[in-house]
């Protein structure tokens, strides 16, 4: 078994959106380039079998999207995309053709005045019959819909003609499979961390199942970390196991064992409260 779940890479951090419930980017823009993915996979293929094209950033915006998921398939790593999903009508052939992506995460929340939104994505996801997509739902109270995730699922209900039985599973559950590759999952929206937020100790996933690296090559414990604040390394001038292998890794590692995190900004997110 290899060592972590899956690995987070941001491919870019641009975005063609403003939503609010997104934390804004405070490091330089970029677009990863195909040397620089390249250098990415080679080093992280040995230590998981899937990747996440996704911290911050659209990756559908990126212009070597396609090229990227099938270059990963030449190092047998599996793809999972999270997209807001605004462009998937310029991509959706190739995508369709793509044998190693794995799964397609579409945030039906995302903030944008683009009319037919939810039916232009319906009718290109119909082409990904291989391909599990996800549908997810940001709601606002205890996992319970609001007024907007009513009316996409309201929207979902009519464009896949769904039972009763079924709608009554989305309002009330999570994960739910509508059809042969489709689901539609929900979760409270969460507060990206700072170091401003409250303090609380806690279990953490990261490093454990799995770490992020961002557009310019900083390695982080985790996809929330989106701004390098817990700098590990740099992927693109070290080798993965000397990150490891660092002070600052294993002291964070260890902390997290212990469910009291040393670094500031693990100590005030509030994301790890669900996990314990």
Partial sequence: ????????????????????????????????????????????????????????????????????????????????????????????????KCKNLNKINISLHSENNIPNYLDNIFNNVDKLNNITVIYRLWTLNNKKLDEKSTKIVEKIKEYYNLSPEIVNKIINENNIKINSHIYVDKDNEFDWPTVNNHKSEGYCYALKTQIGILVDG?????????????????????????????????????????????????KSCTFKERLN
């Avoid at 911050?56 to 995309?81: M, Q, R, S």
Wanted: glycine share 2%.
């Fill in 1 to 96: 078994m290899k060592k972590y779940k899956k690995i987070y890479i941001e491919i870019t951090n641009n975005c063609n959106l403003n939503c609010s419930f997104c934390s804004k980017v405070t490091k330089p823009r970029k677009f990863m380039t195909t040397d620089e993915f390249k250098t990415v996979l080679g080093k992280i293929k040995d230590y998981t079998d899937y990747i996440y094209l996704h911290i911050k950033g659209e990756p559908l915006l990126h212009p070597n999207i396609i090229d990227f998921i099938n270059l990963a398939d030449t190092y047998n790593l599996k793809v999972n995309l999270t997209t807001n999903a605004t462009l998937i009508s310029n991509h959706i052939n190739e995508l369709s």
């Fill in 218 to 266: 900083t390695v982080v414990p985790c996809c929330l970390d989106s701004n390098g604040v817990i700098d590990l390394g740099n992927i693109y001038k070290q080798d993965l196991e000397s990150i490891i292998n660092s002070d600052r890794y294993k002291n964070l590692q260890k902390s997290f064992q212990n469910r009291k995190p040393c670094e500031e900004l693990c």
